[in-house]
């Protein structure tokens, strides 16, 4: 029980800002489905994709090394893995600012290669913030974590909020054409949805202000043979991320590439790539609540070998992160009627809508999946989690190639999902052969099928009042857990472990 308190307490205060920060930027959905058709956001989607593979680059495994060497002695490998990061960071910034034009000509984007400039620098930004983060976890001090994320985040949403529905109307005359004139030069449309970039690159800078302490703290050293130990452990990380990464993000890459022309009438690949970009942005509820849980229970289980980070701990977390998580999908996705019109402010988003809880599902089992490779960082044996993750990687590609041109971005979501499935299960078989845990997974393969049944419920149309039909289901959902997890024999619930 003292194990479900300390990471749900954690949980929560990790969760908060990083609830509370995504949330905010999800409002930006709002804000940019306004301002711009799906097509002049396809370049934000596929740029942001291919930064999410760059950034795995940067950091290149090096953040889990942390955790793993830091317990050893703290202050020689926080020197020397920051000492790697800003080196390479660097030399990858510089690489990326002189081929910005012939990249972004070769992505068919003449002309904006000041674009990837800025993403270049936030990139750089990210990933030598990294370790004084992990250093900020692996201390437990949360409240500066959490501030220090929150503030930046709402630079990031204050300059959206500026940029786009302030400076963009007033240079349109959609304010009002007596404005003086300097307002109205303050922005260019030819930057267009790129001032989304500029806003998250000033709100990156800000992260250096609340880290100025750990930075202070840094001193430049080098060892070559404790670097090579880093590295033996880190790569196959790398390589697992980049694949994991490359899962999320290849729908959006290939989408575009093999959606037959006219495969949605009157709208271009480019319009079917900014509406599965943005009703993807839906499942980051999902997402939200891996990357809490992450923030915690990832130094926890690395950290020094306890008896409270046992294998049978780990199974216990992991049932009630099935628990939570299936409530969250059931909850999101019979509600989605109203949460379409609430944050995709132009209809033409709204039939993208189906692929929303197939992708809340497949986060689902991408969450397993990251609570279940705890097993193969504690052994050491990083490279399984690589091959494991190269195969839901081929998953993925398999599905999006061969189905893309008949079923359009639903193939994408459906791949994804077989991909997150798969891993999973291999990532279960691998773990009860090296470090056997006592899952209950006949508990929360039951939990899922009742999830799915209450989707399904709540989708019927048998009731004059949409609210109270579509939330039969979680009702169903929040009853059968209260009963089922919890005793009530003495008047009040105790939970059952």
Known sequence: MSILKKLAGETLSYGFSTILGRSLNFLLVFVHTWAFLPAELGINVKLYGYMAIANILYTYGMETAYFRFAKEAPEK????????IIATSGAFTLGLFFFAEPIMVSLGYPGKGIFLYWLALILAIDAITAIPFAKLRLEQKIKKFVTAKIVSILVNVGLNLLFLLILKPIHSGDLGQTLPAFLKALYVPEIGAGYIFLANLIANASLFYWLKDEFKAYRWRWDWEAFKGLWIYSYPIMFMSLAAMFNLMFDRLLLEEFLPEGFYPGKTSQDALGIYGNCYKLSVFMSLAIQAFKYSA?????????????????ALVTHWFVVVCTLLWVGVSVNLFWIKTLFLRQSIYWEGIGIVPILLLANLFLGVYYTQSVWFKQTNKTYIGTIITLVGLGVTLLGNILFIPVYGYMAC???FLASSMVMTVLSFIGGQKYAPAPYRWKSDLGYLALGGFCIYVGGLDWMSVPLITANLGLIIVIVFIGLYEFNWRSGKPQLKL
């Open 413 to 415: 979501a459906y791949s």
């Open 77 to 84: 490998y926080y020197q020397l893995i920051l000492t790697a």
């Open 298 to 314: 990832e130094p926890f289980f690395l950290g020094k070998k306890s008896e409270s980070n046992s294998q049978s701990n780990l």
